[in-house]
């Protein structure tokens, strides 16, 4: 399989260098584009394989998968440019918010289309990847799921989710970003060095999520191993939720849709 990145952002860049610490795709078959060198030159000193290019349908003619990596804003007009061939080719489409429908409006309805949102973490292969399917075989499917699971983890989920499971992966990320830049300000306050607080922080978080991931238990009944009666997490929990840690969270991934 021969893919086309349109766009070496920092979603099309990240996508690029994850595709090439997997074993699905050769670096040699993948082709990025993008209108300056920067970003494409820096691809290259990544990987030397890297195909680039300043033209987008230069890229695609060949391309057995394009994956459409942006501004949303853009991609009618990119759309246009490549004379994409539905009969051919799989559209994958990385630009937030735009349906299904309207890619038809441009293509054709006939077309073989995924919507996948995955986050920024795809470039150390540790991504949460969406992916909705139009027009797609059990094998089209099986392959995209594929070649985003070794980034990470990829689940083929219904258009209508969409909006939501993006609040919860792409948009979160920043959520828990959020609250690891929090807990490190208070490990300052109380007499931690920065990068330390960072990393007990960090792997604090990174090991919360070990264990739900690999044990497939509820947060709750993790929670509960930790709080004692009278100890200090459970007062930790307690100031949590007075000062509406849990309503917040909520309150942020519901706006985020």
Not at 6 to 32: D, Y
Not at 47 to 65: K, L, Q
Not at 165 to 191: F, N, P, R, W
């Amino acid at each position: 399989m021969k893919i086309a990145i349109i766009g070496a952002g920092n979603m099309g860049g990240a996508i690029a260098r994850g595709l090439v610490q997997g074993t699905k795709v050769k670096a040699v078959n993948i082709t990025v584009t993008n209108p300056t060198n920067g970003k494409l030159d820096a691809l290259k000193s990544f990987n030397a394989g890297i195909n680039v290019t300043n033209s987008n349908h230069v890229a695609a003619e060949t391309a057995d998968v394009i994956i459409l990596a942006v501004k949303p804003w853009l991609v009618k007009n990119v759309l246009e440019g490549i004379r994409f061939n539905s009969e051919k080719q799989i559209l994958v489409t990385v630009a937030a918010g735009v349906p299904f429908t309207e890619y038809c409006k441009i293509i054709g309805d006939e077309a073989t289309i995924f919507r996948v949102i995955p986050n920024t973490a795809i470039s150390l292969l540790e991504s949460t990847t969406l992916i909705a399917s139009y027009k797609a075989s059990k094998e089209q499917e099986q392959y995209i799921l594929d070649l985003f699971s070794e980034m990470g983890l990829a689940m083929i989920i219904n258009e209508s989710q969409m909006s939501a499971a993006t609040a919860l992966t792409s948009c979160g990320i920043a959520y828990v970003l959020k609250y690891i830049h929090a807990a490190v300000e208070a490990g300052v306050e109380m007499g931690i060095y920065p990068k330390d607080a960072q990393k007990m922080v960090a792997q604090s978080v990174k090991g919360a999520a070990e264990l739900l991931l690999q044990n497939d238990t509820h947060p709750a009944i993790e929670i509960d191993k930790v709080t004692t009666p009278g100890g200090l997490t459970i007062k930790g929990l307690n100031e949590l939720e007075h000062a509406g840690f849990s309503s917040a969270i909520i309150r942020a991934m519901k706006a985020s849709r």
